[in-house]
């Protein structure tokens, strides 16, 4: 059956620093997207990242001025995802009303705090200063956490937001996070990273949590986008559940549903 898949988790590279392929060089845009449509992914959604702090918010401007010019080279099939800081709150807050409402950015993310200088600092005061102003513009914010009081205490602070964190886990670590994500009304999972592999993880996953908060992503470039593909495929979950988690729950909370 022919399904649309959409991938909410990618980090295109654009250069040396922002390339986290592990074995070989990623390559052109062209043809990072070519790898993900040659996986039978539709559309991808992500955020340049870079693995240093930055020392002025002009690097991060730069990240989100690359995602934007890829958007407007393929406009078919990327979806792009901006960068913020919790060490520059008036200038992150000023880039998501310049990236919402002059470019309908819709995803803030991977947000990758123990990459760039905040390991997990989401509910200090500038980060809850810049998310209520999120709040504003209806946009979705995927972060990459561990903590759990930490992923609480912001989902509750800001029940305006979606947020989609990234990557099950395995173990009693998958299980306290689906336990939190069925919790809070305003917590989505991606299911990049660790945890597709696990095999069943996806099931259960639907089981205690239900096929509306799971999101399809991959974390490509680092890992293999097919095997997300085939590791959702594999559980013969419902028509329903799967068309919901490869686009459908994607496309309701961005609101692109209706375009």
Known sequence: MD??????????AVDRETDFCWYKKSGTIRKQFDDLKRAGI????????????????????KLNDCALSIRDRFPDFYIPGMQIHPAFPDESCREIERCCKNHDV??????????????DDYVSNNMIEIMKFASKFKVVVNFHCASIPVI???CRKIPGINFVLAHPGQG?????????????KNLYLDISGTGIDRYGMLKKAVEIASYQKIIFGTDYPINNPAVYVHGVIFERLSENATCAIFSNNFLRITKLLTH
């Open 3 to 12: 399904r649309q898949i959409i991938d909410c988790h990618i980090h295109p």
């Open 172 to 184: 009693k670590e998958f299980l306290e996070r689906i336990n939190l994500v069925e919790k809070i």
């Open 152 to 154: 609480e205490n912001l």
């Open 106 to 119: 819709r995803w803030i993310g991977e947000l990758v705090g123990y990459l760039m200088g905040y390991p």
């Open 42 to 61: 539709s559309k991808a959604c992500g955020s340049i990242v870079v693995a240093k702090i930055p020392k002025s918010f002009e690097e991060i401007k």
